[in-house]
């Protein structure tokens, strides 16, 4: 099995009750029309297959998972903090109009102030916001992507336009 057949569909946050519910924050939208009875977790650097028991979806970006083999928050616990993969032959097929923050990773980053930061080298989506990672004057430099500091973005031309916040270069740039 290799990383790059699956996509990661979100994040084990914690347990739930005494048999071995889990609760997973997904970061993939539309996770509910998708019919699937396993999903694999990232333990250690390997994808181990779980067959489902059973999902619910009670609000966006939460599902309560039940795994076979999985019944006891004892052999639940050790799943916590793990990404929760699917396999891409499952990925539903994505339109222009399903443009997201994560699909900015390869543009180029261009601040008002600072002007070219460089490409965005990753895109991180954490549950509380999406951070972008650039190369800027020989350091890694994060900043988040949101819409108080995007200004525009040139899908043709592969730019993002930034108002990134004053100082917030000179955090990385003057340790």
């Known amino acids: 099995m290799k990383a790059e057949d699956y996509f990661r569909i979100g994040t084990v946050l914690k347990t739930r009750g005494l048999k071995g519910e889990l609760q997973l924050y997904t970061d993939f939208a539309g996770l509910q029309d998708i019919n699937f009875n396993a999903v694999f977790l990232d333990v250690a650097g390997k994808l181990v297959p779980y067959f489902v028991s059973s999902i619910k979806y009670p609000q966006a970006n939460t599902a309560y998972l039940y795994l076979e083999e999985v019944d006891h928050i004892d052999k639940a616990t050790p799943l916590v903090k793990k990404d929760v993969y699917l396999p891409n032959k499952l990925k539903p097929e994505k339109s222009e109009d399903d443009f997201t923050l994560m699909d900015l990773q390869g543009f180029i980053a261009i601040d008002e102030t600072h002007g070219e930061l460089g490409e965005i080298t990753?895109?991180?989506?954490?549950?509380?916001?999406?951070?972008?990672?650039v190369h800027y004057q020989n350091r890694e430099v994060l900043f988040p992507l949101n819409t108080d500091f995007i200004k525009g973005i040139d899908l043709e031309g592969g730019e993002v336009y930034l108002d990134l916040p004053e100082g917030l270069l000179d955090v990385y740039l003057n340790p």
């Open 122 to 133: 990753e895109v991180i989506e954490y549950p509380q916001q999406v951070i972008a990672s």
